[in-house]
DNA sequence: ACCTGAACACCGTTCAAGT
DNA sequence: ACCTGAACACCGTTCAAGT
C-alpha cells in the first residue's frame, strides 16, 4: 500500500542548510533536520544514506551558491576575489563546511573554472591554473582566519584585504 | 582522604593530541581520553571544564608546536611558509583544529610574530602587518585546499606551491 | 513504498558515594 | 581531594510493524 511522500531531498537539503547557518554544524542533527520538514528521523534514510551523506549535499548546495555569485561578478579576479569573502561573512558555516567536506566534484569545478577564466584573462593560460590557485588560496586563508579571529593584531582588516588583492593583482600581472 | 592524582592536565593534553591525530576530531571522545590516560571519563572534569576546554587546549598545543618549527626556520618568508605548509601535512588533524577552535592568544602571538619579522624584514615596518597577512592567508589557504582534495584539477601541487611563494615574495619585494 | 515507534550502542555531563 | 558507578538527556542508526 504505497503513502504519499511527505517530504522531498530538496526539502530536506534546504532544512539541513537553514539549521546549519542557525544553529552550526553540532546542530544540525538528524531529528532536527525531521522536525523541520515534518517526518520522524529514521524516515530520512529513505532519502540520505547517512548524516555525512547529508553534509555532503548541503556542502555542495554551498559551492553552489558560490558559484551563482562569482557568476554574478564583472569576471575579474578583484570582482571574484570580493565575491567570495563576502560569500564567506555572510554564509560562515557554509563556507567553512564546503572546506571540511568534499562536495559534489561538478559543482566544485563549475566555481573555479570562474577563478580559472579570470586568471586566465590576466596571465595567460600557461600559467592560469597557478595564477588561480594562489588566488583562491589567498582569499580562502583570508576567509577562513577573518571567520575563526584568527587576525587578533590591530590593523584595519578591510586595508589587509586590499593590500592582498593589490599586490596579488600586480604580481600576477607583470610578467617572468 | 586525600587520593593520589591517576593523571595530570599534561598527560589529558598529550593524550588529546594523539587520538585527535589518529582518530580525527569525532574520536577524540572524553571517554577514549580518559581510557588513554587510566582513569573514568568523569575524572576528567577535575582537570577540564568540558570537551570543548579540551580542544581548546589540543589546539594551543598544535600552535606551540607550529611555533616551534617556525622558530627552527632561517627566519625568510620562504622558509615559513614551507615550514608551516609541512606542518600541515605532517599534523592535519592539528592544523585543521587551530583553525576552527580559538588557542590561547599569546600561544598565537608567539607563532604570529616570525610571521610578522620576516615580513618587517622585507618590507619595513609601515606595510609588515598588511604583509605579514597576505603570506600567511596564502600559506592557510594553500594548506586547507590540499588537505582537503580541493586542488583537483590536474596540475603540480609542488609547482603551484612555489609559483605562489616567488611571485609573493617578489610582489612584496618591489615597492609602490 | 514510505513512515513510525521502539530499541541499540554510543555520546557529554552531573552527582552522590567511596577512599 | 580525587576517583568512581550510576544515571540523564541526548545522538546516529536499524528494523520490524504499520498503512
Redesign the pocket.
Known sequence: ???P???SLAQIVAAGTEILEAEGPSG?????VADRVG?????L???VR???ALLSLVATAAVDELGDRLAATDGTLAGIARAYRAFARERPEGFRLLLSTSPDADSLARASAFVLRAADDLVGSAEALEAARLVTAWATGFSTMELAGAFRLQGDLEKAFEFGLARLTRALSTPD
Open positions: 500500500m504505497p503513502t511522500d511527505r517530504t544540525l542533527t538528524m531529528r532536527a517526518v520522524r528521523a529514521p524516515s534514510y529513505k532519502r547517512d548524516r555525512d
